[in-house]
């Protein structure tokens, strides 16, 4: 489930010289390749709060076009889904750089007593149980990149879990938000099925990544057991073989249960996988059995379809869906990462197209998903215009849900599935707006160039926190910015960014014995699937 924000408390931007001066740029560079090589990252005191150069990478010195000799996409083979750029795609520095910040929000703004992640931030903010399971994943990340000690990671991650092993819970799923402090139930809110499922994800990363004999690192691997084990998936299937939302203790169960297509997939998978109390694999038949509802032609690409992007991206933090199919994928011949990469192009031909004439849409800026948003009403284009505040808009079959809100997650976090547009959108974000939506921690949850006027909600102001200024903007921005980071916005960014660099969180995760279980049990073969572990 996504935050709860409700109780807590242009000018036309001209940038078709960008892509003219970023080519330039590109062959006077120094670039190293994404895939196969080392893992470079600054060295761990190079913060954002102490790195000048973190600061101060002037806008042409970065690289952002295709590997020389790869072939040029054809209109027809972009808009049918079927181009791939090579293995061998460039790596821009900066994602090195947005990389490190964004972890920094996860271990800058948890509470080092619980391990509690605030689901947003600067914004005073009870946690989310799903950011702290992005955090946990990042810890890892962290190591790897020189960011922080595996002695530190370690600690961190055993406060964490030694806090959930005692905290409240249903049969082992948690309630979605918690006091930062306290730990207890926070905002009126409810046990979350997916919540749990995004939480017990990092736990797992963590469990296969910290391997070695030493005492803490065995603790770990003993409390993340004990934590997964005890949730009773089958509790949660009041009408089975469907898992169902949510509980409260003042309802009980929700009257809505997970049918596809979204990101639970997750939580099938991992119910499945369960070794004391598993589903059964007719939950996945049924889950399944609702596909051809979103499966559909949109922008020319043809695919199974999720409006906002997060869908289409969450289960894949973890989850490596390359060559890997469940029967649905085998008879309609793709799998769930070219799936998703289809959706990312969706989203792109959808902001070229910009049929609701948005403020800034185009080839490079674009992505939409469930994010923050001003949250008012004005006149646009002659008309009174309501933009929303939180909400889940995105490009999906049948349903459209578009305020001109952009939210640099949708697009970054799909960059593994489509770097050849993902990171050119990356990029021009950042040269075009630079600090009006880019700060301590990577960029701000959303912007809006439509919107003008204040926001009943929010106010436009930078956040907070120790870094280094990020370069000016090239132009006067006067639209809409969040002032806000949101934790489960920034999870995937770190995780697919790293994903993409090295594909560790995936290598990772191919060991873990449950999640091949209940891959395995969902009718899940092919691929890595087919290594003998």
């Known amino acids: 489930m996504r935050p709860a924000v409700a109780k807590e408390g242009g000018n036309r931007l001209l940038g078709a010289i960008l892509p003219i001066l970023a080519g330039c740029a590109a ?214 073989p469907v898992v169902a939302l949510a509980w409260t203790p003042e309802n009980g169960f929700s009257g809505i249960d997970w049918q596809g297509y979204n990101e639970a997939m997750l939580v099938y998978l991992l119910a499945l996988g369960s070794p004391t109390h598993p589903i059964s694999p007719q939950a996945w038949t049924m889950w399944t059995s609702t596909y051809d509802q979103h499966w559909g032609t949109l922008y020319n690409q043809t695919y199974l379809s999720f409006g906002p992007a997060f869908g289409h991206q969450y289960s894949h933090v973890w989850i490596d869906f390359r060559g890997i199919r469940d029967d649905y994928m085998r008879k309609h011949g793709l799998d769930y990462f070219e799936n ?34 001003p949250g008012a009403s004005e006149p646009y284009e002659g008309r009174e215009t309501d933009f929303l505040h939180y909400a889940a808009r995105g490009v999906g079959v049948g349903r459209i849900v578009d305020d001109g809100t952009i939210a640099p997650t949708a697009a ?13 959108a990356t990029l021009e974000m950042y040269h075009r707006f630079g600090s009006a939506i880019y700060s301590s921690y990577g960029f701000l949850d959303a912007f809006n160039a439509s919107f003008r006027g204040p926001s009943d909600s929010f106010t436009a102001a930078p956040a907070q926190g120790p870094s280094s200024p990020a370069p000016a903007a090239t132009q006067d921005y006067k639209g809409w910015v969040d002032p806000d980071y949101v934790g489960i916005d920034e999870g995937p960014i770190v995780a697919m960014i790293e994903n993409y660099r090295s594909e560790f969180v995936w290598r990772v995760m191919r060991s873990d014995p449950y999640l091949r279980q209940g891959l395995e049990r969902a009718g899940f073969s092919g691929g890595w699937l087919e290594t003998v572990q």
């Open 27 to 240: 062959l006077l560079c120094t670039v190293q390749y994404a895939f196969g090589g080392p893992a470079t990252a600054p060295s761990a005191s190079a913060s954002p709060a102490t790195a000048p150069a973190l600061a101060a990478r002037p806008p042409g010195t970065v690289a952002s076009v295709p590997s020389a000799g790869a072939p040029a996409p054809t209109l027809a083979a972009e808009a049918s889904g079927a181009l791939r750029e090579p293995q061998a795609v460039l790596f821009d520095p900066f994602l090195s750089e947005l990389e490190e910040r964004t972890f920094r929000y996860f271990w800058d703004t948890a509470n080092s007593k619980n391990g509690l992640i605030p689901d947003r931030y600067p914004t005073p903010s009870f946690a989310s149980i799903a950011a702290v399971g992005f955090g946990l994943t990042a810890y890892p990340i962290g190591v790897e990149r020189h960011y922080i000690t595996r002695a530190e990671a370690r600690e961190r991650v055993l406060v964490t879990l030694r806090f959930f092993l005692r905290a409240p819970n249903e049969h082992g799923f948690y309630y979605h938000f918690l006091d930062m402090k306290t730990g207890a139930r926070a905002n009126d809110s409810e046990v979350s099925t997916v919540d749990t499922a995004l939480l017990l994800a990092g736990m797992l990363f963590c469990q296969s990544y910290f391997d070695t004999q030493n005492p803490h690192e065995v603790q770990i691997r003993k409390l993340v057991d004990e934590i997964y084990r005890r949730v009773d998936w089958t509790w949660a299937q009041p009408r089975p």
């Open 412 to 424: 970054i976090s799909s960059l593994p599935f489509a770097p050849e547009i993902v990171l050119p």
């Open 340 to 373: 998703s990469r289809r959706a990312t192009y969706t989203q792109r031909r959808y902001a070229i197209a910009n049929p609701r004439h948005w403020q800034a849409y185009g080839k490079n800026i674009w992505g939409i998903s469930a994010s923050d948003g």
